[in-house]
């Protein structure tokens, strides 16, 4: 069975830093991409960053780029995402994602205080 698993969310001021973990399971981890997606409250949920495993690409929506980064630790089969100069209207709920296998994990949520 496919699993993922966030974790690392919280409540953190503007300007602040996090850094969110989600833990793969289930299927051959370095072969597959994994994306993050966010939800905030009353919004679409919106793909924000995407690594893929088998050669390390990333990929970053513009809202993001440049302060949050992706990586990815094989050994582990967890992809983080660093999150730095947060902003309030980065608060949301933050999902991992197998575009492959199509599977979600139950998110963990982000609040940014102003």
């Known amino acids: 069975e496919v699993q993922l698993v966030e974790s690392g969310g919280g409540l953190v001021q503007a300007g602040g830093s996090l850094r969110l973990s989600c833990v793969a399971s289930?299927?051959?981890?370095?072969?597959?991409?994994i994306a993050w997606f966010r939800q905030a409250p009353g919004k679409e949920r919106e793909g924000i960053s995407c690594?893929?495993?088998?050669?390390?690409?990333?990929y970053y929506e513009d809202s993001v780029k440049g302060r949050f980064t992706i990586s990815s630790d094989i050994a582990k089969r967890t992809v983080y995402l660093q999150m730095n100069s947060v902003k309030p209207e980065d608060t949301a709920v933050y999902y991992c994602?197998?575009?492959?296998?199509?599977?979600w994990g139950r998110g963990t949520q982000v609040t940014v205080s102003s």
């Open positions: 994602f197998s575009p492959t296998w199509r599977a």
């Open positions: 289930g299927f051959t981890f370095d072969d597959y991409a």
């Open positions: 690594i893929y495993n088998s050669d390390g690409t990333t």
